[in-house]
């Protein structure tokens, strides 16, 4: 008992000396502020529409000064304990703020337990993070700042006197909330304003859609042959959309569902068993724990955000595209949209080749069968929906400058 407890103080001893020995006292804000247009950029108003009438905002309503507040502290490495990172050094725009690694590099140079999340249309998306364990983006916005592998700040109290201290950020206090009084809930209303204002609604896709709506009546836009596609980015639209059904989870206007209120997750069958939990809880119909389940990402922007998967383990998409023509898992819980049968519920699924024998028709992997061009078109298709005014525009960029 006596050994165990020294042993354990030594450990403590260690772990303290290792603490010290990657927290250099010297670490300092590093010497930047902020370079902000005379007006405010426009944040509030959406170049066009969603399909369906959705607004890219959900139901907020963005304010510019409010969100040009935000913008300063997505980008301001003050919210980390070492002040070396920002919510903007995982979240990158180049990228849709997404991160070109499979898991991203925190305040010690820790590494994320998952993929960085690309952040597009955050109004939409009413289950956050990979498990979906967060609801509300006000909330959420303040957990990285706090959690110990990605910015390490817990302390609230510092974090609004690092606020404090940073003399730029009294005028945009004031210019927001009509006070220049940092609160927590502030900063917290801030940066999720920005966060919503990351939108994207004009990809070459949307500019399709549109350009069939306007064009006449169908019912199911999305299925018509776009004039602005090339032959094969259509090939790999029908393929999306008709053929091998990746729009019943990837559909809606933002990709990740049919209804924006409807949170969805789905176990995929990327491994048989999986080292990370996903969405927690219990099977409905099994009553066994739930596993592997994790949220439907939006697919939009998704040609510049890989690695894909809750775990990066995708370096490009036509690895991704592979995989689902015949790398899925027999999970157990692997959704039922992505089990061998030729009838799900009330709709017809896939057709199953003659040689294919369906053995209890549930739990069997599908196999798509898809030819190389229709592989080669829903890659073309996906490259469609990437906006390039979200991932160049100046109004999401780091407005810091280095002073000397
Ligand atoms: C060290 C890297 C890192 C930093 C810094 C970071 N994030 Fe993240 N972010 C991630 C990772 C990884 C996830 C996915 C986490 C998970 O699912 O458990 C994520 C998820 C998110 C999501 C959820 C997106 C969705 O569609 O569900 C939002 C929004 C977000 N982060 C915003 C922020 C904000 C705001 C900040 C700064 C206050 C920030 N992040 C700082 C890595 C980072
Ligand atoms: C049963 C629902 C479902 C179906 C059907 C489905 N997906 Fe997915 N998709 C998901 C989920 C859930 C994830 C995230 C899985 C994870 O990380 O564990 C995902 C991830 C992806 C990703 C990577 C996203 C990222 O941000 O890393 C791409 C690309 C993708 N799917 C494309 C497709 C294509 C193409 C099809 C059709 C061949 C398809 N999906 C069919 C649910 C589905």
């Given at each position: 008992m006596k050994q165990k407890s020294i042993l354990f103080t030594m450990l403590i001893a260690a772990v303290a000396t290792a603490f010290e020995a990657c927290m250099p006292e010297e670490i300092e804000p590093l010497s930047r502020v902020p370079v902000l247009p005379s007006t405010p950029y426009d944040y509030a108003t959406a170049p066009m529409e969603l399909h369906g009438g959705f607004s890219p905002f959900g139901d907020s309503i963005i304010d510019n000064e409010v969100a040009t507040l935000g913008r300063v502290l997505f980008y301001d490495s003050r919210l980390s304990l070492n002040y070396r990172v920002s919510c903007g050094s995982c979240h990158r725009q180049q990228y849709a703020f997404g991160d070109n690694r499979a898991t991203s590099f925190g305040f010690f140079n820790d590494l994320t337990g998952r993929n960085t999340q690309q952040i597009v249309n955050a109004g939409l998306q009413k289950g956050l993070f990979w498990d979906l364990r967060e609801r509300v983006l006000d909330h959420m916005v303040l957990q990285p700042i706090a959690n110990h592998e990605e910015m390490g700040l817990s302390d609230t109290l510092e974090m609004e006197n690092r606020i404090r201290n940073a003399e730029y950020y009294a005028p945009l206090f004031a210019d927001a909330f009509g006070s220049s009084e940092v609160t927590t809930h502030k900063i917290g209303l801030a940066l999720a304003q920005f966060v919503k204002s990351i939108i994207s609604v004009s990809t070459k896709y949307d500019h399709g859609l549109k350009a069939v709506v306007d064009e006449g009546q169908s019912i199911a836009p999305q299925f018509e042959p776009f004039p602005n596609y090339t032959a094969l980015e259509n090939i790999g639209k029908e393929a999306f959309f008709r053929k091998f059904f990746c729009s019943q989870c990837h559909g809606g206007p933002n990709f990740n569902g049919f209804n924006p209120d409807f949170i969805q997750e789905a176990n995929i069958g990327l491994d048989l068993q999986y080292n990370d939990p996903g969405v927690a809880g219990t099977d409905f119909e099994t009553g066994q724990p739930n596993n592997g389940q994790f949220k439907i990402p939006s697919l939009r922007n998704i040609a510049v955000t890989g690695p894909y998967m809750h775990d990066g383990r995708f370096q490009t998409l036509e690895e991704v595209v592979s995989f689902y023509n015949s790398g899925i898992q027999a999970h157990p819980q692997l959704a039922p949209e992505l089990r061998?049968?030729?009838?799900v519920g009330n709709h017809i699924g896939p057709a199953i080749p003659d040689d294919q024998e369906i053995i209890d028709g549930r739990m069997i992997p599908m196999r798509m069968f898809m030819t190389g061009e229709e592989q080669a078109g829903i890659v073309a298709f996906l490259r469609t929906l990437t906006d390039y005014t979200m991932i160049t525009d100046p109004k999401f960029s780091d407005p810091f400058q280095s002073v000397e």
């Amino acid at each position: 008992m006596k050994q165990k407890s020294i042993l354990f103080t030594m450990l403590i001893a260690a772990v303290a000396t290792a603490f010290e020995a990657c927290m250099p006292e010297e670490i300092e804000p590093l010497s930047r502020v902020p370079v902000l247009p005379s007006t405010p950029y426009d944040y509030a108003t959406a170049p066009m529409e969603l399909h369906g009438g959705f607004s890219p905002f959900g139901d907020s309503i963005i304010d510019n000064e409010v969100a040009t507040l935000g913008r300063v502290l997505f980008y301001d490495s003050r919210l980390s304990l070492n002040y070396r990172v920002s919510c903007g050094s995982c979240h990158r725009q180049q990228y849709a703020f997404g991160d070109n690694r499979a898991t991203s590099f925190g305040f010690f140079n820790d590494l994320t337990g998952r993929n960085t999340q690309q952040i597009v249309n955050a109004g939409l998306q009413k289950g956050l993070f990979w498990d979906l364990r967060e609801r509300v983006l006000d909330h959420m916005v303040l957990q990285p700042i706090a959690n110990h592998e990605e910015m390490g700040l817990s302390d609230t109290l510092e974090m609004e006197n690092r606020i404090r201290n940073a003399e730029y950020y009294a005028p945009l206090f004031a210019d927001a909330f009509g006070s220049s009084e940092v609160t927590t809930h502030k900063i917290g209303l801030a940066l999720a304003q920005f966060v919503k204002s990351i939108i994207s609604v004009s990809t070459k896709y949307d500019h399709g859609l549109k350009a069939v709506v306007d064009e006449g009546q169908s019912i199911a836009p999305q299925f018509e042959p776009f004039p602005n596609y090339t032959a094969l980015e259509n090939i790999g639209k029908e393929a999306f959309f008709r053929k091998f059904f990746c729009s019943q989870c990837h559909g809606g206007p933002n990709f990740n569902g049919f209804n924006p209120d409807f949170i969805q997750e789905a176990n995929i069958g990327l491994d048989l068993q999986y080292n990370d939990p996903g969405v927690a809880g219990t099977d409905f119909e099994t009553g066994q724990p739930n596993n592997g389940q994790f949220k439907i990402p939006s697919l939009r922007n998704i040609a510049v955000t890989g690695p894909y998967m809750h775990d990066g383990r995708f370096q490009t998409l036509e690895e991704v595209v592979s995989f689902y023509n015949s790398g899925i898992q027999a999970h157990p819980q692997l959704a039922p949209e992505l089990r061998q049968q030729s009838i799900v519920g009330n709709h017809i699924g896939p057709a199953i080749p003659d040689d294919q024998e369906i053995i209890d028709g549930r739990m069997i992997p599908m196999r798509m069968f898809m030819t190389g061009e229709e592989q080669a078109g829903i890659v073309a298709f996906l490259r469609t929906l990437t906006d390039y005014t979200m991932i160049t525009d100046p109004k999401f960029s780091d407005p810091f400058q280095s002073v000397e």
